[in-house]
Structure formats: C-alpha cells, structure tokens
C-alpha cells in the first residue's frame, strides 16, 4: 500500500511489528509485555525488505535502550521541572558523568551491577565518590 492511498505524503510502506520487551531488574526478568504496532518509512519495497525494515527498528531501539532510558527511567530526566537553559544543560551534564563514572567502576570486584543500585549507594554514602575526584584532581 502506498503513502497516497492511506493519506501520508512520502510514505512508501506501512509495516506492522510484533513486539514482546522484557523489563529486566538486576538481570532478572521482572516483567514481559506484547504488543503490535506499526511504523511508516519513505523506503519503497525494493530499498527495504522486511528484513531490513525490522534491523532499522533495532537499530534505532538500540540507541534508544542505551541512553534515553538511563536517562529517561533511571534518573527520571524528563521529570525534570527546571528550564532554565543554563542549569539544565548543567543537570544533563551531571547525568552523563554519574552514567560515565558508573561504567568505570561496572567490572570491578564488589561493583554495583545496575545504575540504580550504584546512584542509591552514592547518595547515601558519597566520600568514597567525592574521595575520587579529590584523587583524579591531585
């Protein structure tokens, strides 16, 4: 079906995707859930196969599972009520060094294994993370 027949300018397929995501909690699968939704590309049948259409999709989920929702779920960024520019560039930019200094200490012995975990051990005992930046400074 073309993007002419159903009304979309540009659009050259309606695919639809069956989807089942696992909500994971400290490895483990703590919920799963199905659902069908549909996308809309200006690929025409020849530029993109099925097969192709479903690795755009997990290409984009890729990026979107590895930043947004630290950022998103994690440290509830879109919660966030502050918009002055300055000091919500400035909060962004505390998120990435949290999600950053995270990732050092992840294959460590006695790490935390889930970003959570890790910003819930520092806020309730932050000299050990202020006695590395003290360290990283000398």
Same mark, same amino acid.
């Given at each position: 079906?073309?993007?002419?027949? $159903?009304?979309? /300018?540009?659009?050259?397929?309606?695919? =639809?995707?069956? @989807?089942?995501?696992?909500?994971?909690?400290?490895? =483990? $699968? +703590?919920?799963t859930t199905e659902e069908t939704v549909y996308g809309v590309t200006s690929l025409w049948a020849d530029q993109a196969s099925p097969e192709r259409l479903l690795e755009l999709v997990r290409e984009y989920w890729a990026i979107e599972i590895k930043q947004h929702y @630290?950022?998103?779920?994690?440290? @509830?960024?879109?919660? *966030?009520? $502050?918009?002055?520019? $300055?000091?919500?560039?400035?909060? /962004?930019?505390? @998120?990435? /060094?949290? +999600? *950053?200094?995270?990732?050092?200490?992840?294959?460590? %012995?006695?790490?935390?294994?889930?970003?959570?975990?890790?910003?819930?051990?520092?806020? =309730?005992?932050?000299? %050990?993370? +202020?006695?590395?930046?003290?360290? /990283?400074?000398?």
């Open positions: 079906m073309d993007g002419a027949t $159903v009304g979309l /300018a540009g659009a050259a397929q309606i695919f =639809r995707l069956q @989807r089942k995501t696992q909500f994971l909690r400290q490895g =483990r $699968v +703590i919920k @630290r950022r998103d779920h994690t440290q @509830r960024e879109d919660h *966030c009520r $502050v918009r002055h520019y $300055v000091t919500a560039r400035n909060l /962004a930019l505390m @998120r990435s /060094a949290a +999600i *950053c200094l995270y990732e050092q200490q992840r294959f460590k %012995p006695n790490a935390k294994k889930s970003l959570p975990d890790w910003q819930l051990k520092n806020s =309730r005992h932050p000299s %050990p993370l +202020i006695q590395q930046f003290v360290s /990283a400074a000398t």
